[in-house]
């Protein structure tokens, strides 16, 4: 017996392979390569699976696999036309897999998520003039002689709008002699970054910023912090640290959390570097993904600039990555593989050897550590640029500045507003909550609208008058009679959503033109744009939103934030409430006055004596942050500990509380560790499944993945159940 196998090994001439496949499978499968198909790792290759063709990637020689007998091995059926997937992409997906205990295929999913990019685009149809034809000259081929003659060949569709002659013409021409038919390379994707572009003058501060990342780029694995205020210049800086990769030779990643309403981030990279980046996210057109995919893995694609799912394009020859906004909970995948992007940037930036950016004016108790114990470094951009001043922010408490009856608006943020819109600034609302009412419930009997399929309270949108969970999308007409007690006319709508606070703006200002921004009101990131672009033509006096306008936007002329429920966030027993609630806030606040007018912001709080309150009305972050680090360093929470939850669903309570047990009992033991659970999710019923949860909680120095290993190898999960496992868990409901 030979001890493991390789992809290799030599069978009468031919050779063994390991591929691996984009499926759940725990790992990769041995194949044969025909005689005359050299086959190495990275290649991707169809291969028979059963009954069907599957693509997959000859993965690199896995030691201790016991190989399947040579007689049982079946053939590759063909090489497939693609660049190879690169090694730094091979082991980071093996690193991810391990990392978050998933099936390493369900990695390789991501990084072959466009099975059409494997195909080479199709050549064009062209023709070349060869002036040796038959039959007569004609006006119209007069005009495709004019064209062609002594030129390269054109593509059929150029020449038929250059020559304005149908492709009939053409043809027949072609039948006749005149025109040969050629084949051109189709046209590139994306065009070169222009590098003779100079950016804006920085400032000394911002010089010395760029100068730094810039001298990082080509010097290997490095990880640095760009810290600074909203409108410090953040942006500029890192741009011309990507203008140094891209000199090198480079391509260069930018992550951003909400890529498909970046719009604004677009026209300042198509400013810079006269060209567009590719863009990457789920909401761009299958031809689109292809094209992408494909310029990312042959290098025609200089920049990419995507959403986390990003990180698995098929980068030939990475040089930097940059993640914006890295703080930013978007950045964690809830489904699917369960992973973090920004530290999975970081461990391909370790993988490619190359230097990573991470970006924040709030950056995540988990760099802030990592920068106090020297693993990361940090660059500091203290100041907005241009002198601007920083909003000044004000804590407005409800118990004391108490709105009237079933109305929202302090009367201090209600005076503010009226000296905003009567000074002809603008103002903005935020609430973090869509539709009109978070709860309906009936005056007679009590009887309150919850999901039929989760632990959820049904939200009222008035618009369109339905019921809606916003946890599974179920949704209903809003009747007039209780279904509990039949009474008419007595349901009531509980707290405010931002349509309700729009109903109040608009009453309090009726001359007012208000706007409200929700993922419900603007349909993806064209409607997205066309209303910031309003905003900021000061076509809108009162914009009225949820999280969606605490992002990126400038609005240069507001300057009023009012938050409407800063407590909103704290609610809950996340571990990160208070750190969310700042960094968010932070960010709502930090659209105010970023031109050179002064902003304000104003929080209605009824806990303004909450730390996160108190920093962001002093604006002393550092000192919020030790607070949060020196509670978490208490508890052992992360980043001084480390968790890692077990979800487990199913259909039937009972038998998933049999089960629930079972791993109980099955649970790690010893040292440095605890497992808390079962206990019900606070979403104990989504979408018709019961829900429960385990955390396991480890001390810095011990690793989570070999106890879950352990843990769940030692229990068979009933093929009702389903066990999810999410290391750093950042969702806890
Ligand atoms: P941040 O990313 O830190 O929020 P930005 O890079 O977006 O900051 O800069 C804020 C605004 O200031 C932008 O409109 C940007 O173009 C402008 N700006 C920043 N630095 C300069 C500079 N050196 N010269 C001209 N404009 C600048
Ligand atoms: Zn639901």
Known sequence: MRSGATSSLDLNGQTRVAVLLPLPLPGAYDYRAPEGLALAPGDFVSIPLGAREVVGVVWDPALGRSPVAAARLRDVSRLLPAPPLPAVSRRFVDWVAGYTLSPPGAVLRMAMSVPGALVPPRPLA????????????????????????????????????????????????????????????????????????????????????????????????????????????????????????????????????????????????????????????????????????RAAGD???????????????????????????????????????????????????????????????????????????????????????????????????????????????????????????????????????????????????????????CTSWLVEHRFGARLRCHHCGFEMARPDVCPACATAGELAACGPGVERLAEEAAALFPNARIATMTSDTVAGPRAAEALIGRVRAKEIDLLIGTQIIAKGHNFPGLTLVGVVDADLGLIGGDLRAAERTYQLLHQVGGRAGRADRPGRVLLQTYSADHPAMMALVSGDRDRFLEQEAAGRREAGLPPFGRLAALIVSGGDAGALDRFCRVLSRAAPRGEGFTVLGPAPAPLAILRGRHRRRFLLKCRHDVRPQPLVRAWLAGVKVPGALRVQVDIDPYGFL
């Open 126 to 293: 062209a023709f070349r003039w060869l002036a040796a034809g038959t039959g007569k000259s004609t006006p119209a081929r007069e005009r495709v002689r004019a064209v062609l003659r002594d030129g390269p060949p054109r593509p059929l569709s150029e020449l038929v709008l250059e020559a304005g002659v149908g492709p009939g013409v053409i043809k027949a021409m072609a039948a006749a002699g005149w025109l040969e038919a050629a084949r051109l390379p189709p046209a590139p994707a994306f065009a070169a970054p222009d590098l003779k572009r100079k950016g804006p003058t920085l400032s000394p501060a911002q010089g010395e910023a760029a100068r730094s990342l810039s001298g990082d780029i080509g010097h290997g694995f490095k990880t640095t912090l760009l810290d600074g205020v909203t409108g410090a210049g953040k942006t500029e800086v890192y741009f011309e640290a990507i203008a140094a990769a891209l000199d090198s030779g480079r391509q260069v990643l930018v992550l951003l959390p909400e890529i498909a309403l970046s719009a604004e981030w677009l026209e300042r990279f198509a400013a810079r570097f006269g060209v567009a980046p590719a863009v990457w996210h789920s909401e761009i057109s299958p031809s689109e993904r292809r094209r992408a995919w």
């Open 299 to 453: 290098g025609e694609a200089r920049v990419v600039v995507g959403a986390r799912s990003a990180l698995f394009l098929p980068f030939p020859d990475l040089g930097l990555i940059v993640v914006d906004e890295e703080h930013d909970g978007a950045y964690k995948q809830e489904e699917g593989v369960i992973y973090q992007a920004r530290d999975m940037a970081v461990v391909r930036a370790r993988l490619g050897d190359i230097p990573i950016v991470l970006v924040s004016a709030t950056p995540s108790l988990e760099t802030v550590r990592n920068v106090a114990t020297g693993r990361y470094r940090a660059v500091h951009l203290a100041h907005r640029h241009a002198g601007a001043s920083l909003p000044l922010v004000a804590a407005v408490d409800m118990r004391r500045d108490r709105p009237p009856a079933r109305s929202w608006l302090s009367p201090s943020l209600r005076q503010a507003l009226t000296e905003t819109l009567a000074a002809g600034d603008q103002a903005m609302l935020f609430l973090n909550r869509r539709g009109y009412a978070p709860l309906t419930l009936c005056r007679h009997c009590g009887h309150r609208f919850q999901c039929p399929t």
